[in-house]
């Protein structure tokens, strides 16, 4: 029993680590314009719920790189993405939303999306509680200014 679960914990370690080489060699190749190479890495990773190949799919289809530009291919990997709490996916749908590109414009739905990616962000994670509650009342303080700015 126990040399089965050591096996077990090993499979998924070396899978973790094959799923982050792919994710690399995908980036790899995007940068070297090698979009189809790119989108061959991820897109197996992105079948299987990987958030950061989804949000990567996303955006070759958001901008036709290695396939054809398709904005409501891209909306569905970004919203993928997104529900996993993927920030950069939040924030890309978001300004799909805003522009109208692969749904309908949204103003409320971007805000929305925008907003949690703002949430999302993997800075507040390098924050003390302290320093997070300082910046949130900054950013209030920030608001109700603009609001009032607005209304004059």
């Known amino acids: 029993m126990r040399f089965i679960l050591v096996l077990l914990c090993t499979l998924f370690v070396f899978s973790g680590s094959a799923r982050a080489d792919q994710l690399q060699d995908g980036i790899a190749a995007y940068s070297r314009k090698d979009y189809e190479?790119?989108?061959?890495?991820?897109?197996p990773l992105a079948d299987q719920g990987n958030a950061e190949a989804e949000e990567y799919v996303g955006y070759l289809y958001e901008y036709g790189d290695g396939v054809k530009q398709d904005f409501?291919?891209?909306v569905k990997w970004y919203r993928?993405?997104?529900d996993q709490g993927n920030s950069l996916a939040e924030r890309r749908l978001g300004e799909m939303y805003e522009n109208g590109k692969g749904v309908t414009q949204d103003?409320?739905?971007?805000?929305f999306w925008l907003s949690?990616?703002?949430?999302?962000?993997?800075?507040?994670?390098h924050?003390?509680?302290?320093?997070?509650?300082?910046?949130?009342k900054r950013i209030?303080?920030?608001?109700?200014?603009r609001v009032a700015a607005e209304k004059k």
């Open 80 to 82: 993928k993405a997104s």
């Open 72 to 74: 409501t291919e891209a």
């Open 127 to 136: 924050l003390t509680p302290e320093q997070k509650a300082a910046l949130d």
């Open 107 to 111: 103003y409320a739905e971007a805000y």
């Open 116 to 125: 949690l990616c703002a949430v999302q962000n993997d800075t507040a994670k």
């Open 140 to 145: 209030a303080e920030w608001k109700a200014a």
């Open 37 to 43: 190479a790119a989108l061959k890495l991820w897109q």
